[in-house]
């Protein structure tokens, strides 16, 4: 059984929407959280096995942080 965490900060600037580029490869989409260094909400609208597109609840200037992860990986 094997295991992978990811974990990485996307900048926003004045938008809602970022997408990510995972720079370890999932045979699956990992399991995925994440926070905002302000006071918005998170969403994470799109995953796969490559990438993941965070939204957040209003426009904003800052940090999206998050981490994927996977176990189970042979």
Request: cysteine-free.
């Amino acid at each position: 059984m094997g295991f992978g965490v990811e974990s990485a900060s996307v900048t926003f600037s004045g938008t809602d929407t970022a997408t990510y580029t995972f720079t370890q490869s999932y045979p699956y989409p990992p399991i995925v959280t994440a926070t905002a260094d302000q006071d918005v909400n998170v969403f994470i609208t799109s995953i796969s096995k490559t990438q993941v597109t965070l939204e957040t609840s209003a426009n904003f200037s800052g940090e999206v942080h998050f981490q994927a992860i996977m176990i189970g990986v042979s």
